[in-house]
């Protein structure tokens, strides 16, 4: 048994649309090990929320998928037919979506719902299934987890919803959580909540996350691993502390510039922008695809950008490492 | 769940009241009963007389209070044309109509709702496009004229169906599928965009999620929430064609009340009108209250408002 749990190699997802192929999501490549913690970072649009239902094999039938390689564990997901992608789903790699508040079935009590999962792939009774869903329920921080069981979903908070749709997530022990954006729902004070019961359960259960989110915040207390999405590329990928410590691709340092620093941002600054606006994905993309907001762009990057840095740290940009001072950021 | 009920009882029987008192007024609104019932050569005192002898001429809430005692009874007194208790003759009636109207909802039923559920899972497909002219045709085609052609082709020219009557089994055939695929395009269109609309919400990519096969997102999570709509608009449905099967009655010669109340009406036989509106509209409150109850069954959210 490898200590890889998912990797993913050049995965391109492409849209027709009526005027032309969108190219979403452009060669990307990641990987993950077990009980490890990947964040993958970008604003709305960048295909981060793609990528991950690529992974779960849950993209709409007009969405064509390419990649060299998509391995979970030992199942190739290219060539997995449904059943036994159905078999992982739930099961082996979980999912929690952006919307608690639309993600339950309204017309099902919370206790179907969960049982339903663990009934879905393990030959238990109801009573151990309803068991398992109490224990959840008080995992994820739920009061009164027995009596919730037989409430509906509209008898619930937003955070309360969210943890609970965690604890579906969990009820077969998963060996991948994926969460799309699961706090940007919720009010401030809660996602903090959220948060540090996903990464409380991660440790606990040894279980691998793929965080996706555009709060470079999040990512900073939660992530061993970070990869930056912009326009459909992975434009930065590298551990979490080292990619915080020294960001390469100019946009990686845009973004962190949007957030305020602890210590750093000065009270009352005025917090970083990053102009303009992602570049249509229709017909051919080629060269850098963030020359048209980066304040460095050179005639030399429209051609394809290789990938730099070391095996552990790659970045997607032609700059000198030293770009950093050019920028005069710490002015 | 019984709070709601109740409440909805409640409201039920004062609709009830409400529609009780306009099926009494109609009487006096389709101007003097008596003078109607007298006829045209009928003189002034023959007149009065009549007035008289029906009690046209007390007060017409005192009338109304004993029309309405006498109704709860079950008795709507007696038809000025048969001359045979109201009640009765209804209650034969009904029994044609009432077979028909449950045939013809069913039959609706099962042809709209997979066929709907089938479009809206590949919109634009074959299948859809077949559904979509189904139900064009469905409601673009009177129901006297569809009537007349499966008589026409099953009845006369190949002799598999009798033409008209209610004496067999074999008889409701035709006038069934006649009813049936009038309430059916509704139905087959609303299915659909109910289907549609649930299969892209954020509720079923969880069912996904989850690792439940098609079949059990389908009608485990998505019908469920999708047939609310229709649910209500079948009641109205089958109230309507209770009440209003007067054509597909007349084409295939089965005498129900829906034919019942034509004649009636053709012959100012007004205790028999009155009964049958009165009837007719409890047909639609029972059936609203069952949709209302059953809706409720399916959807949790309507329980507490």
């Keep these: ?331 | 769940m019984l709070p709601f009920i109740l409440k909805r009882l409640g409201l039920a029987l004062l609709v009830a009241f409400t529609v009780s008192f306009i099926s009494f007024s109609l009487l006096f609104l389709s101007g003097d009963p008596a003078a109607a019932l007298a006829g045209e050569t009928a003189s002034g005192e023959d007149i009065e007389a009549i007035r008289r002898v029906y009690g046209f001429d007390r007060p017409m809430l005192v009338q109304y209070g004993e029309w309405l005692f006498s109704a709860i009874r079950g008795d709507f007194g007696e038809s000025y044309y048969f001359k045979l208790p109201v009640a009765s003759l209804i209650a034969e009636r009904l029994q044609v109509t009432m077979l028909l109207g449950v045939c013809g909802i069913t039959f609706a039923l099962l042809t709209a709702v997979p066929l709907g559920v089938a479009a809206a899972i590949r919109p634009n497909s074959l299948i859809d496009r077949v559904a979509l002219f189904l139900s064009v045709a469905g409601q673009a085609m009177p129901s006297f004229w569809f009537g007349l052609i499966l008589i026409v082709v099953f009845a006369i020219q190949l002799g598999l169906l009798p033409p008209s009557g209610a004496a067999t089994w074999r008889h409701f055939i035709m006038p069934t599928i006649v009813l049936g695929y009038y309430a059916m395009p509704a139905i087959m269109r609303l299915t659909r965009a109910g289907m549609l609309d649930v299969l892209n919400s954020d509720f079923i990519r969880t069912a996904r999620a989850k690792g439940a096969g098609e079949g059990r997102v389908l009608f485990k999570h998505a019908l469920r929430n999708a047939i609310i709509p229709v649910v209500s608009l079948a009641a109205v449905q089958m109230g309507f064609m209770l009440g209003g099967s007067i054509v597909v009655e007349s084409v295939f010669a089965l005498h129900g009340a829906g034919f019942l109340a034509w004649e009636s009406i053709a012959r100012n036989d007004l205790p028999t009108v009155q009964a049958l509106i009165l009837v007719f509209s409890m047909f639609y409150i029972v059936f609203t209250f069952l949709a209302d109850v059953l809706n409720a069954w399916l959807d949790p959210r309507m329980r507490s408002s």
């Design chain 1, 1 to 331: 048994m490898t200590d890889t749990l998912l990797s993913v190699k050049n995965l391109t997802l492409n849209i027709p649309t009526g005027s032309g192929t969108l190219h979403a999501v452009r060669g990307i490549d990641f990987d993950l090990k077990r009980g490890e913690t990947l964040s993958i970072v970008g604003e709305s649009g960048s295909g981060k929320s793609l990528t991950s239902l690529a992974v779960m094999g849950l993209l709409g039938k007009s969405i064509k998928r390419q990649a060299d390689e998509m391995r979970f564990d030992n199942v190739d997901l290219q060539t997995a037919n449904r059943r036994v992608m159905r078999d992982l789903r739930g099961n082996r790699i979980a999912m929690i979506f952006q919307e608690p508040m639309t993600s339950l079935n309204p017309a099902y009590t919370i206790g179907d719902q969960l049982t339903e999962t663990l009934l879905l792939h393990r030959k238990v009774s109801k009573s151990v299934a309803r068991a398992r869903a109490i224990e959840l329920l008080e995992k994820v921080g739920i009061t009164a987890a027995e009596s919730r069981l037989s409430q509906y979903p509209h008898q619930l908070s937003g955070g309360l919803r969210q943890r609970v749709m965690i604890a579906l997530a969990l009820m077969c022990e998963p060996d991948l959580l994926i969460a799309d954006e699961p706090t940007t729902a919720l009010d401030v004070t809660i996602q903090a909540q959220i948060l540090r019961l996903l990464v409380d359960l991660t440790r606990e259960m040894n279980m691998a996350m793929i965080l996706i989110t555009h709060d470079l915040g999040v990512v900073a207390r939660v992530a061993d691993k970070v990869a930056v999405m912009y326009a459909g590329e992975l434009v930065e990928t590298g551990p979490a502390a080292e990619v915080f410590a020294t960001p390469s691709h100019p946009y990686t340092r845009g973004l962190l510039r949007c957030i305020p620093q602890p210590g750093k941002t000065e009270r009352g600054a005025p917090l970083g922008t990053i102009p303009g606006i992602v570049p249509s994905l229709i017909g051919e993309v080629s060269g850098c695809v963030f020359r048209t907001r980066c304040p460095h762009a050179r005639p030399e990057c429209r051609a394809d950008i290789p990938l730099r840095g070391d095996a552990s740290h790659e970045f997607k940009c032609i700059h000198p490492d030293g770009a950093l001072s050019e920028e005069g950021e710490a002015a």
